[in-house]
């Protein structure tokens, strides 16, 4: 069963502009949404996280904007650059947060 | 650098075998978990020790078993491997029991099994 769905598989954002990547949860037990960046070779790094009591989370470029009765939360990358491509996974965890359930992964190409 | 450390980074080994996968947590990080990566099933949890004791388990085969030392390094062993069986698998370390405050990967050991 996948809990969390992510969405597109891949993504191809022309340099300044946005990237937006979706991620819809089943399970309203979730309390802990983050997003990790994970370059070829290297393993999943923590980008950006947010809580069910905020409606949006902003750090630089980087953007979390989380709808808790549709189930749904999202990553806004603004001026994306070139840089910025990678792999992204949603994720969400429970209480007690000791296991993650991570998205199936979004490829990001930004094209200069 | 992380400051999680995976060896060996790459492993190629036969079906019917058994390895190890060694993990050296971030300093000062209690908890470890294990997560397996692979094209068809994505990043899976595997298993979390927090200071030597088992927390939570996942979809860890009956093949698979881990364990956390005194020194907080962990091992993941795999045996009775299959061609399925290959994958990137993660090690991942926390300061405390969940990962409230996200996770530190390490950069993976590549298990191909042939």
């Known amino acids: 069963q996948q809990q969390v769905k992510q969405s597109p598989q891949s993504l191809i954002v022309q340099k300044g502009g946005i990237s937006i990547i979706n991620c819809a949860y089943e399970n309203t037990a979730f309390d802990y949404f983050p997003w990790y960046q994970q370059f070829p070779g290297k393993g999943p790094a923590l980008l950006i996280a947010i809580r069910p009591d905020v409606s949006e989370k902003k750090e630089g470029r980087f953007t979390i904007s989380f709808n808790k009765s549709a189930k749904q939360f999202s990553l806004h990358i603004m001026d994306s650059q070139p840089g910025d491509s990678a792999t992204y996974f949603c994720a969400a965890s429970k209480p007690g947060r000791r296991a993650l359930t991570f998205g199936s992964g979004t490829r990001l190409q930004v094209q200069p | 650098d992380s400051g999680v450390t995976q060896t060996p980074k790459h492993l190629i080994t036969a079906t019917g075998q058994r390895v190890t996968l060694r993990c050296s947590p971030r300093?000062?990080?209690?908890?470890v978990y294990w997560y397996q990566q692979s094209l068809d099933q994505g990043l899976q949890f595997l298993i979390q020790y927090y200071n030597g004791e088992e927390r939570a388990k996942g979809n860890i085969l009956e093949r698979f078993s881990a364990q956390q030392f005194p020194d907080l390094h962990s091992e993941l062993n795999l045996s009775s491997l299959e061609l399925g069986d290959s994958a990137l698998y993660f090690c991942?370390?926390?300061?405390?029991?969940?990962?409230?405050?996200?996770?530190?990967f390490g950069s993976g050991t590549r298990l191909t099994v042939v």
């Open positions: 991942a370390s926390s300061p405390d029991l969940g990962a409230g405050y996200g996770y530190t």
């Open positions: 300093s000062g990080d209690l908890s």
